[in-house]
């Protein structure tokens, strides 16, 4: 996945919810059947990246063979303006696909707020989909604010910080900070022998633009309070302790100097700072762009720091990750025909071995480092393998129609004023909490 394409997600298109609530219904009096002498087609919107097309198209040929009476008319969802606004379009103009992936929890909580997605859980095979992909512990942090599931994760970037290892040894330092305490005490080492560098260099820290949020503050979250959901349904249930920690752990680093959020080019690898977000998807961007970036000698990575007495052992963190869903417009025939074909995708290990070595991108399974039909891959790649055993405890966005905009406020209310030093952590969550639960309301 490209940064552009993960801050693509969170721009809707301008149609309202209630127009496409409005859409979503009555569509199956004008719709097809969708089968036709005894076939029934399903269409399968794939995202707009070369490498998923190529395995969805390759499926579905392979399923095809096995089961001549459902086709699969695999296509690539239009990127402009956006993807969720080609969606939306589709939706409000009765042109929906079946099935689609490429969606995060958040935008999905847009269409199921509308109406406009199937409840996987109430369609006949999906507790054989779960069993059969090894995905129990994953599918948990899925659950929507009204008990349903509206979206199969395909993949869980479970998202860990990079440090500079060949940097913190010059510290005197041999492994990754776990908690708050060893973090400012790696702070302080670098501050008095390289003045000149940071530990977190970074211009996003100051920006509110709410998709950068998941690459600081949630992940800092996550870890601090243990996978709180932070906003149910309509209300805001954040830990306060646990979000004042993060801000405290910034306010401190802000104190000590350790922050940077002017532009720099590439501060990471060229050790301007020495820890930042890292997904998956940046291993082999570094491979070809930056060699001399090696995994255990110049950089590690590490589950997010979490505040002094908590359990270092079993960290969660932010998943960065999207799933399928199937539309509501869908006839039966079709809905019934997408779950055959979602079963047989997922009932074989192999065809998520396929999309690892496509994509990079770690299948959301709860065994990636278990199974041993993942063993020669992560053999070959071992830089993946922290990202695979992160996966069961990875959390995934919140599932609030009004996500784009409650991030936005965190940014502007508590993150960037903290990062900036102009405001107390107390005082900073205490804004944040009173502008959400009006956004709320």
Same mark, same amino acid.
């Given at each position: 996945?490209?940064?552009?394409?993960?801050?693509?997600?969170?721009?809707?298109?301008?149609?309202?919810?209630?127009?496409?609530?409005?859409?979503? &219904?009555?569509?199956?009096?004008?719709?097809?059947?969708?089968?036709?002498?005894?076939? &029934?087609?399903?269409?399968?919107?794939?995202?707009?990246? =070369?490498?998923?097309?190529? *395995?969805?198209?390759?499926?579905?040929?392979?399923?095809?063979?096995?089961?001549?009476?459902?086709?699969?008319?695999?296509?690539?969802?239009?990127?402009?303006?956006?993807?969720?606004?080609?969606?939306?379009?589709?939706?409000?103009?009765?042109?929906?696909?079946?099935?689609?992936?490429?969606?995060?929890?958040?935008?999905?909580?847009?269409?199921?707020?509308?109406?406009?997605?199937?409840?996987?859980?109430?369609?006949?095979?999906?507790?054989?989909? @779960?069993?059969?992909?090894?995905?129990?512990?994953?599918?948990?942090?899925?659950?929507?604010?009204? $008990?349903?599931?509206?979206?199969?994760?395909?993949?869980?970037?479970?998202?860990?910080?990079?440090?500079?290892?060949?940097?913190?040894?010059?510290?005197?330092?041999?492994?990754?900070?776990?908690?708050?305490?060893?973090?400012?005490?790696?702070? @302080?080492?670098?501050?008095?022998?390289?003045? #000149?560098?940071?530990?977190?260099?970074?211009?996003?820290?100051?920006?509110?633009?709410?998709?950068?949020?998941?690459?600081?503050?949630?992940?800092? *979250? #996550?870890?601090?309070?243990? $996978?709180?959901?932070?906003?149910?349904?309509?209300?805001?249930?954040?830990?306060?302790?646990?979000?004042?920690?993060?801000?405290?752990?910034?306010?401190?680093?802000?104190?000590?100097?350790?922050?940077?959020?002017?532009?720099?080019?590439?501060?990471?690898?060229?050790?301007?700072?020495?820890?930042?977000?890292?997904? =998956?998807? &940046?291993?082999?961007?570094?491979?070809?762009?930056?060699?001399?970036?090696?995994?255990?000698?110049?950089?590690?990575?590490?589950?997010?720091?979490?505040?002094?007495?908590?359990?270092?052992?079993?960290?969660?963190?932010?998943?960065?990750?999207?799933?399928?869903?199937? *539309?509501?417009?869908?006839? @039966?025939?079709?809905?019934?025909?997408?779950?055959?074909?979602?079963?047989?995708?997922?009932?074989?290990?192999?065809?998520?071995?396929?999309?690892?070595?496509?994509?990079?991108?770690?299948?959301?399974?709860?065994?990636?480092?278990?199974?041993?039909?993942?063993?020669?891959?992560?053999?070959?790649?071992?830089?993946?393998?922290?990202?695979?055993?992160?996966?069961?405890?990875?959390?995934?966005?919140?599932?609030?129609?009004?996500?784009?905009?409650?991030?936005?406020?965190?940014?502007?209310?508590?993150?960037?004023?903290?990062?900036?030093?102009?405001?107390?952590?107390?005082?900073?969550?205490?804004?944040?909490?009173?502008?959400?639960?009006?956004?709320?309301?």
């Amino acid at each position: 996945m490209k940064i552009k394409k993960v801050a693509s997600i969170l721009f809707a298109a301008s149609l309202t919810v209630s127009g496409l609530a409005a859409c979503s &219904t009555g569509n199956s009096e004008t719709k097809t059947s969708g089968t036709k002498d005894g076939v &029934t087609t399903i269409e399968f919107w794939a995202a707009p990246n =070369p490498t998923q097309q190529v *395995y969805w198209k390759e499926v579905a040929e392979e399923f095809t063979k096995e089961n001549p009476k459902i086709k699969v008319n695999v296509s690539p969802m239009k990127e402009s303006p956006t993807s969720e606004a080609s969606i939306q379009s589709a939706i409000a103009g009765k042109s929906a696909p079946t099935l689609s992936e490429n969606i995060n929890r958040g935008f999905a909580a847009q269409l199921a707020e509308s109406k406009a997605l199937v409840p996987l859980d109430q369609l006949d095979g999906w507790d054989k989909v @779960k069993e059969g992909r090894n995905m129990e512990n994953t599918m948990k942090g899925w659950e929507f604010a009204d $008990g349903h599931q509206y979206v199969l994760p395909i993949y869980s970037n479970a998202m860990l910080f990079g440090w500079r290892l060949d940097i913190l040894k010059e510290l005197g330092f041999n492994e990754a900070p776990k908690t708050y305490s060893e973090m400012l005490a790696v702070a @302080k080492k670098l501050k008095e022998k390289y003045p #000149d560098k940071y530990v977190w260099a970074k211009a996003d820290l100051a920006d509110p633009t709410a998709w950068k949020r998941w690459f600081d503050f949630f992940m800092l *979250y #996550d870890a601090a309070s243990n $996978g709180n959901k932070f906003v149910e349904g309509t209300k805001f249930t954040g830990e306060t302790k646990a979000g004042e920690q993060v801000l405290g752990l910034v306010n401190d680093l802000q104190k000590t100097n350790a922050l940077l959020t002017k532009q720099a080019k590439d501060p990471f690898e060229t050790g301007l700072g020495i820890f930042t977000d890292v997904g =998956p998807w &940046t291993i082999p961007f570094w491979a070809e762009k930056f060699p001399e970036m090696k995994f255990n000698e110049t950089f590690t990575l590490a589950l997010p720091p979490v505040p002094d007495g908590a359990d270092t052992s079993n960290v969660k963190t932010f998943a960065d990750t999207k799933g399928l869903v199937i *539309y509501a417009t869908a006839t @039966k025939e079709q809905q019934k025909a997408a779950m055959t074909f979602i079963n047989w995708v997922y009932s074989n290990p192999e065809n998520d071995v396929k999309w690892l070595e496509k994509t990079s991108l770690p299948p959301a399974r709860d065994d990636l480092t278990t199974n041993d039909s993942f063993k020669a891959f992560f053999e070959k790649n071992p830089a993946l393998q922290p990202y695979a055993a992160a996966v069961p405890n990875a959390i995934p966005p919140m599932d609030n129609a009004k996500y784009n905009d409650i991030q936005t406020l965190i940014g502007q209310h508590a993150f960037n004023p903290v990062v900036k030093g102009e405001k107390d952590p107390k005082t900073a969550w205490e804004d944040m909490q009173k502008a959400i639960e009006g956004a709320l309301k």
